[in-house]
T-cell receptor, first 111, second 117 residues
Framework: DMKVTQMPRYLIKRMGENVLLECGQD?????MYWYRQDPGLGLQLIYI???????SEGDIPKGYRVSRKKREHFSLILDSAKTNQTSVYFC??????????FGEGTRLSVL | AQKVTQTQTSISVVEKTTVTMDCVYE???????LFWYKQTASGEIVFLIR??????ENATVGHYSLNFQKPKSSIGLIITATQIEDSAVYFC??????????????FGAGTRLAVCP
């Protein structure tokens, strides 16, 4: 069953704490994405990964970093989270030129 | 830089009618891919239909079809015989093929569709 899995689904953190969002897929997709979604702004690309250790910044990378040590796993890290990073984060994956498949999202609240 | 614009914030239609949602895009590439996604009330984002820029024929999948007008950089989504379950937010997205931003998928802000009985 083709699926992108995100963990955790819900997370509450205090300002200044570190945050780790995890994403997995078992389809051997080369490309993986991290997006954030805020009301009225659609989906904004944070980072894109083309394969293991081959990552590129998206449109809003500031305050985030990523890690991809295995093709099936892509992590988003917030070092010292800020309140304006409260959002819903989506991971997606795809083969080249195919429509990306999205995970269910992680709702992050930074207090 | 690529840009995708959906000017309709929300649309309301009566069940079983046809609705069109607009989307315009900006790109310098001659080759690109256009996608429409649906986000349900639960937050799930589902791929609906795509149009490759080099194809002249409009894509159709089930009761979804596209109105691709390349000279106008426009890709409209048409839903025929709408159902209550079509109520959702619809996103248009574009991916360029040739530029340095290979595989980067850019989304519009979305259009909220309400289908009423």
């Amino acid at each position: 069953d083709m699926k992108v899995t995100q963990m955790p689904r819900y997370l509450i953190k205090r300002m200044g704490e570190n945050v780790l969002l995890e994403c997995g897929q078992d389809m051997s997709h080369e490309t993986m994405y991290w997006y954030r979604q805020d009301p009225g702004l659609g989906l904004q690309l944070i980072y894109i990964s083309y394969d293991v250790d081959s990552n590129s910044e998206g449109d809003i990378p500031k305050g985030y970093r990523v890690s991809r040590k295995k093709r099936e796993h892509f992590s988003l890290i917030l070092d010292s989270a800020k309140t304006n990073q409260t959002s819903v984060y989506f991971c997606a994956s795809s083969l080249a030129n195919q429509a990306p498949l999205f995970g269910e999202g992680t709702r992050l609240s930074v207090l | 830089a690529q840009k995708v614009t959906q000017t309709q914030t929300s649309i309301s239609v009566v069940e079983k009618t046809t609705v069109t949602m607009d989307c315009v895009y900006e790109t310098r590439d001659s080759s690109y891919f256009l996608f429409w996604y649906k986000q349900t009330a639960s937050g799930e984002i589902v791929f609906l239909i795509r149009q490759d820029s080099y194809k002249k024929e409009n894509a159709t999948v089930g009761h979804y079809s596209l109105n691709f007008q390349k000279p106008k950089s426009s890709i409209g989504l048409i839903i025929t015989a709408t159902q209550i379950e079509d109520s959702a937010v619809y996103f248009c997205a574009m991916r360029e093929d040739m530029s340095g931003s290979f595989n980067k998928l850019t989304f519009g802000a979305g259009t909220r569709l309400a289908v009423c009985p």
